[in-house]
């Protein structure tokens, strides 16, 4: 009776969306701007929730909570490129969204950033919140305009302008401290 050998071989392959960790995520332009801004909104946050002797109360509650906001909204980024999770809730347009976060949050870091370096007087852990605020401001700008250019297309002069103006707007203010 004649044997016969069967030899069975499986393979098994992954789609980009079945939700197993992109890695590799946080070593692309967009992944190190996320974390980045993640890294520099988390200083602000604990630079401005440890810092005694508040000289305005009110503006540095503003500013902790614009940074522990745009902090989450980041982080939440991040984590959904990170595990793919954009690609399974395509209901939803996630370049857009995301310009639209980077518009709002540079404008209102960058606003609290101002008012925080104005109103830090000799607190230095307030002092080094506002230049984080400042450089996390930065990093949204540059975010921005490369989701610009995803979304919309090549970058216009107005983004180029508007980084040149929050550039000399930060200059002014440094000189005047």
């Given at each position: 009776m004649p044997h016969a050998v069967v030899t069975t071989t499986t393979t098994s392959s992954r789609t980009p969306a079945d939700g197993t960790m992109d890695v590799g995520y946080a070593r692309t332009i967009p992944g190190l701007l996320k974390l980045g801004q993640i890294?520099?909104?988390?200083?602000?946050?604990?630079c401005v929730h440890c810092a005694h002797g508040w000289p305005?109360?009110?503006a540095f509650q503003f500013f902790e909570v614009v940074a522990m906001w745009f902090l989450g909204v980041f982080l939440i980024f991040f984590l959904m490129h990170l595990f793919?999770?954009?690609?399974?809730?395509?209901c939803i347009n996630w370049p857009l969204t995301e310009f639209f976060h980077?518009?709002?949050?540079a404008i209102l870091v960058f606003i609290a950033s101002?008012?925080?370096?104005?109103?830090?007087r000799d607190v230095s852990a307030l002092?080094?919140?506002?230049?984080?605020?400042?450089?996390?401001?930065?990093?949204?700008?540059?975010?921005?305009?490369t989701s610009y250019s995803v979304t919309c297309g090549s970058p216009h002069a107005g983004i180029i302008l508007l980084l040149l103006m929050m550039m000399v707007m930060v200059m002014r203010i440094r000189t005047d401290i």
């Open positions: 890294v520099a909104l988390l200083t602000v946050v604990l305005n109360w009110a793919k999770l954009h690609a399974k809730m395509s980077y518009t709002v949050g101002i008012v925080a370096a104005t109103k830090s002092v080094t919140a506002s230049v984080f605020g400042f450089i996390a401001t930065f990093l949204m700008v540059v975010s921005l305009w």
